[in-house]
């Protein structure tokens, strides 16, 4: 187990006073994170002696910089347990989910036929089948919940003969529910569908391996694992990408392009158009070795300790419904609730006032938020320098907002 | 924000009902929080003579339509079209953040769309 007020010391922000003087409990880690000194110094370097176009120059510069780039490549891959030419840099996850839902279908679904997706899945994993949806009438089945807040037990019935794609949630950004995808890509391959996992919540968390969970495609984002915004994952399997084509077009992904033709670059090349976020994949790779050497397993027993805490200190409200499961093994650092007296931007607002950073909203999950009856939830989620004595915070803030509608 | 003004508009409004046959009503709602707000009146000679709503949502969205609709009574319509964000907040007292401006205008843009459109 690490010490997470020796982690706090590598976070310029965490130092920073908010205009009531206090330092801000940040707990809004599953919308994005800070940043340690060693990623934002990486990026520094980076501008300071290695910044050229990567992939473009016979100069030493540009080969530096080419070098940098691809061996944050190199560092993303072993990360999630892929090949290098497996990694296709995008902007985020949600990027990530855009290209490889319309590559995909550009190269394998015709009108008619059906992606089988949860309730729980963040927007990133709804709109582009809506639009693909609109624009070639594919069809999209949903995966209930079960009462628990986990997925429903025989989701698998939901496989129909058009089925061709199962495209899910890794952990939930609402419930934090860690979904088996291990057992849902096993049991789509053997139905004959592609598999896609939505990373975003999970690869910061928990030691995530694309091999071992068996999917063709996985995505995630760099800022929610303490990279710089602007720089995410997409993974897919070396065959498939073979077969798929190019998203965007442009530089860099060509091997030559003519009046009325071009021949497209290698995978991964293929689909990262233009000049890329080569500080974003540096930061990233900078981020990667921190949370490495923090080591993942013990990231994800200080996210459980503190949810454990969060959930204890909930349950003693008569008035709050936690959402999603109440087991820390089985969810990421991650607790919704609602509150039967106190709308959720009133319970933000108030712990604002105390300098606690909870989101509130439908966090990019109207459908989820459908499902369970409401329009909006409180959200509260961890990382790596969080502490039990900001859950105190929190509690004490609640406890105002109790005071302040009169619940109490 | 949450003066004793505010907590009591929004935990008792004086003015939260249907109007049975309104002579306009229209409705606003902000799908981000699942705040709603929808807007009657009662109009004689151009004049409001009764304001009130229904809806559900934060003590802000909620509270700031009661005030609001409570303010206009007695009013001309074109003078109620002339009110506007400042107004609200006069009302409200305290400082909004900003983040909670939508919810403190969500009563003002129905009670617009009411006079405009109703």
Same mark, same amino acid.
């Given at each position: 187990?690490?010490?997470?007020?020796?982690?706090?010391?590598?976070?310029?922000?965490?130092?920073?006073?908010?205009?009531?003087?206090?330092?801000?409990?940040?707990?809004?880690?599953?919308?994005?994170?800070?940043?340690?000194?060693?990623?934002?110094?990486?990026?520094?370097?980076?501008?300071?002696?290695?910044?050229?176009?990567?992939?473009?120059?016979?100069?030493?510069?540009?080969?530096?910089?080419? &070098?940098?780039?691809?061996?944050?490549?190199?560092?993303?891959?072993?990360?999630?347990?892929?090949?290098?030419?497996?990694?296709?840099?995008?902007?985020?996850?949600?990027?990530?989910?855009?290209?490889?839902?319309?590559?995909?279908?550009?190269?394998?679904?015709?009108?008619?036929?059906?992606?089988?997706?949860? +309730?729980?899945?963040?927007?990133?994993?709804?709109?582009?089948?809506?639009?693909?949806?609109?624009?070639? *009438?594919?069809?999209?089945?949903?995966? &209930?919940?079960?009462?628990?807040?986990?997925?429903?037990?025989?989701?698998?019935? /939901?496989?129909?003969?058009?089925?061709?794609?199962?495209?899910?949630?890794?952990?939930?950004?609402?419930?934090?529910?860690?979904?088996?995808?291990?057992?849902?890509?096993?049991?789509?391959?053997?139905?004959? @569908?592609?598999?896609?996992?939505? *990373?975003?919540?999970?690869?910061?968390?928990?030691?995530?391996?694309?091999?071992?969970?068996? @999917?063709?495609?996985?995505?995630?984002?760099?800022?929610?694992?303490?990279?710089?915004?602007?720089?995410? +994952?997409?993974?897919?399997?070396?065959?498939?990408?073979?077969?798929?084509?190019?998203?965007?077009?442009?530089?860099?992904?060509?091997?030559?392009?003519?009046?009325?033709?071009?021949?497209?670059?290698?995978?991964?090349?293929?689909? &990262?158009?233009?000049?890329?976020?080569?500080?974003?994949?540096?930061?990233?790779?900078?981020?990667?070795?921190?949370?490495?050497?923090?080591?993942?397993?013990?990231?994800?027993?200080?996210?459980?300790?503190?949810?454990?805490?969060?959930?204890?200190?909930?349950?003693? @409200?008569?008035?709050? /419904?936690?959402?999603?499961?109440?087991?820390?093994?089985?969810?990421?650092?991650?607790?919704?609730?609602?509150?039967?007296?106190?709308?959720?931007?009133?319970?933000?607002? +108030?712990?604002?006032?105390?300098?606690?950073?909870?989101?509130?909203?439908?966090?990019?999950?109207?459908?989820?938020?459908?499902?369970?009856?409401?329009?909006?939830?409180?959200?509260?989620?961890?990382?790596?320098?969080?502490?039990?004595?900001?859950? &105190? /915070?929190?509690?004490?803030?609640?406890?105002?907002?109790?005071?302040?509608?009169?619940?109490? | 924000?949450?003066?004793?003004?505010?907590?009591?508009?929004? #935990?008792?409004?004086?003015?939260?009902?249907?109007?049975?046959?309104?002579?306009?009503?229209?409705?606003?709602?902000?799908?981000?929080?699942?705040? #709603?707000?929808?807007?009657?009146?009662?109009?004689?000679?151009?004049?409001?003579?009764? =304001?009130?709503?229904?809806?559900?949502?934060?003590?802000?969205?909620?509270?700031?339509?009661?005030?609001?609709?409570?303010?206009?009574?007695?009013?001309?319509?074109?003078?109620?079209?002339?009110?506007?964000?400042?107004?609200?907040?006069?009302?409200?007292?305290? =400082?909004?953040?900003?983040?909670?401006?939508?919810?403190?205008?969500?009563?003002?843009?129905?009670?617009?769309?009411?006079?405009? #459109?109703?």
């Amino acid at each position: 187990m690490f010490d997470s007020q020796k982690v706090r010391a590598d976070f310029p922000f965490l130092k920073k006073k908010t205009s009531k003087g206090k330092t801000l409990a940040y707990l809004d880690n599953a919308a994005t994170t800070q940043k340690p000194s060693q990623v934002l110094n990486a990026i520094q370097e980076y501008y300071e002696e290695k910044n050229a176009n990567p992939h473009r120059g016979i100069y030493e510069l540009s080969e530096k910089s080419t &070098e940098e780039y691809e061996s944050a490549r190199a560092a993303a891959a072993g990360f999630i347990g892929a090949e290098s030419g497996e990694i296709i840099f995008v902007k985020n996850a949600t990027e990530g989910m855009n290209l490889i839902a319309n590559s995909l279908a550009s190269a394998f679904l015709k009108p008619g036929d059906r992606v089988l997706i949860s +309730v729980m899945e963040h927007h990133a994993n709804i709109v582009p089948w809506l639009l693909l949806k609109q624009r070639m *009438g594919i069809e999209i089945d949903y995966i &209930e919940l079960a009462r628990n807040g986990t997925l429903e037990e025989n989701w698998e019935k /939901r496989i129909t003969p058009k089925t061709k794609i199962v495209s899910v949630t890794h952990a939930s950004n609402v419930l934090g529910t860690i979904n088996d995808v291990r057992d849902i890509c096993a049991t789509a391959k053997e139905k004959g @569908c592609y598999t896609i996992i939505d *990373g975003a919540q999970a690869v910061p968390h928990l030691q995530a391996d694309v091999g071992k969970i068996g @999917c063709d495609f996985y995505a995630f984002s760099g800022h929610k694992m303490l990279a710089p915004m602007g720089i995410g +994952v997409a993974y897919g399997r070396g065959e498939l990408l073979k077969k798929m084509p190019p998203f965007l077009g442009g530089g860099d992904m060509i091997r030559r392009v003519e009046r009325q033709g071009a021949e497209w670059n290698d995978v991964p090349w293929k689909f &990262e158009a233009g000049t890329p976020n080569v500080e974003g994949a540096v930061g990233l790779k900078a981020a990667i070795e921190y949370l490495q050497k923090l080591g993942l397993d013990s990231i994800k027993k200080h996210e459980e300790k503190l949810t454990r805490t969060t959930l204890d200190a909930l349950n003693e @409200c008569e008035h709050v /419904r936690i959402l999603g499961p109440v087991n820390e093994k089985g969810k990421v650092g991650v607790v919704a609730f609602t509150h039967d007296k106190i709308h959720p931007h009133d319970l933000a607002s +108030v712990m604002n006032e105390h300098s606690v950073a909870m989101r509130s909203g439908h966090h990019c999950a109207m459908p989820l938020h459908q499902t369970l009856g409401m329009a909006a939830s409180s959200r509260v989620s961890f990382y790596v320098y969080n502490t039990a004595e900001e859950i &105190e /915070r929190f509690e004490e803030a609640l406890e105002d907002a109790e005071r302040i509608f009169r619940v109490k | 924000m949450y003066s004793e003004a505010v907590l009591r508009y929004y #935990e008792l409004p004086p003015n939260k009902s249907k109007i049975p046959g309104a002579d306009k009503h229209a409705h606003a709602d902000n799908p981000l929080c699942g705040d #709603e707000i929808a807007v009657y009146l009662k109009i004689k000679g151009g004049k409001i003579v009764k =304001a009130s709503f229904e809806g559900q949502g934060c003590a802000i969205s909620q509270a700031a339509a009661s005030m609001l609709l409570e303010s206009i009574e007695g009013k001309k319509l074109e003078d109620v079209l002339k009110t506007g964000e400042k107004d609200v907040l006069k009302l409200l007292g305290g =400082a909004i953040t900003p983040a909670r401006l939508k919810c403190a205008f969500l009563g003002l843009e129905a009670l617009k769309k009411t006079v405009a #459109e109703g």
